[in-house]
């Protein structure tokens, strides 16, 4: 990922705007105009509307609300080691994709999935859906996805 | 010029996408969310890199990391582990090391993993 200066991200601000309300073969047609112009700006945009559809049209919310339902159900049937695995995946996922509060607590939970209070480990799955329920996805202006 | 070629494991999707968006541009990425295929992809790509994630359902890392160590095609592919289990601090305590093999934790910033990537491509 390219780290952006406040100037590049207000640059590239309104045209990131303006290709994600385009289709693909209209956004295709745009880059390569603008390419022959700028290289460099269209190189930053690509990447950003990469991650814009990694996270938002690929579902990464949508399969991490599904992994939470799946804790749900796990810690229901007190099945401890499901819980633990599906705590770990979800943590994993979270980390990487910036979730730094969600993936702290998601570790918390992994690492007491076995042994840990049933009722208190329903609490913290209910922080952390609650948590999710409130995302909005944010776009800062070092040009980095911001999902908290 | 042509990219080098990774190889990308994680059991999930949403991980392989987020390698694609954030470092697709510099490598040409080969993705699987079936650890039990690396070793056929492996074989079959000659990858300058594989990039694996370490706790897998059925086939972890480890278990990886030994299938393709046994094998002479692809014992010489750098491994770097990709994992969750660890923060970058624990990582950091152990040599930036799990088992043995290089490491990488999930929430380290995208500059350290393509550094990490591009001191164990060979030239």
């Given at each position: 990922m390219h780290r952006l200066t406040p100037d590049q991200w207000q640059e590239l601000s309104p045209h990131l705007d303006e290709i994600l309300g385009m289709q693909d073969e209209e956004r295709s047609i745009w880059l390569s105009t603008l390419r022959a112009q700028n290289p460099t700006l269209v190189e930053h945009l690509e990447t950003l509307f990469a991650e814009h559809r990694a996270l938002v049209e690929e579902g990464f919310l949508e399969t991490r609300r599904k992994f939470l339902a799946e804790m749900q159900e796990a810690l229901a049937q007190d099945d401890r080691p499901a819980l633990k695995r599906l705590a770990h995946k979800v943590a994993g996922g979270f980390a990487m994709y910036g979730f730094a509060w969600a993936a702290t607590h998601c570790r918390a939970m992994e690492r007491d999935?076995?042994?840990?209070?049933a009722a208190d480990l329903g609490r913290r799955l209910e922080a952390v859906r609650r948590h999710l329920g409130g995302v909005q996805i944010s776009y800062r202006n070092a040009g980095n996805m911001e999902g908290e | 010029m042509k990219k080098p070629k990774v190889l990308v494991v994680d059991d999930d999707e949403a991980v392989l996408d987020y390698l694609q968006a954030k470092i697709g541009h510099r490598y040409d990425l080969v993705s699987t969310n079936?650890?039990?295929?690396v070793l056929a992809l492996a074989r079959r790509h000659h990858p300058a890199l594989i990039l694996c994630d370490v706790d897998?359902?059925?086939?972890?890392g480890g278990d990886v990391s030994a299938a393709l160590h046994a094998d002479d095609d692809t014992r010489e592919i750098p491994l770097l582990f990709l994992t969750g289990l660890a923060s970058q601090g624990d990582l950091k305590r152990q040599q930036h090391q799990l088992g043995g093999r290089p490491a990488i934790s999930k929430s380290a910033p995208v500059e350290e993993l393509l550094a990490r990537i591009e001191s164990l491509i060979k030239p």
């Open positions: 999935a076995l042994l840990g209070d | 079936a650890p039990e295929n897998m359902p059925g086939m972890d």
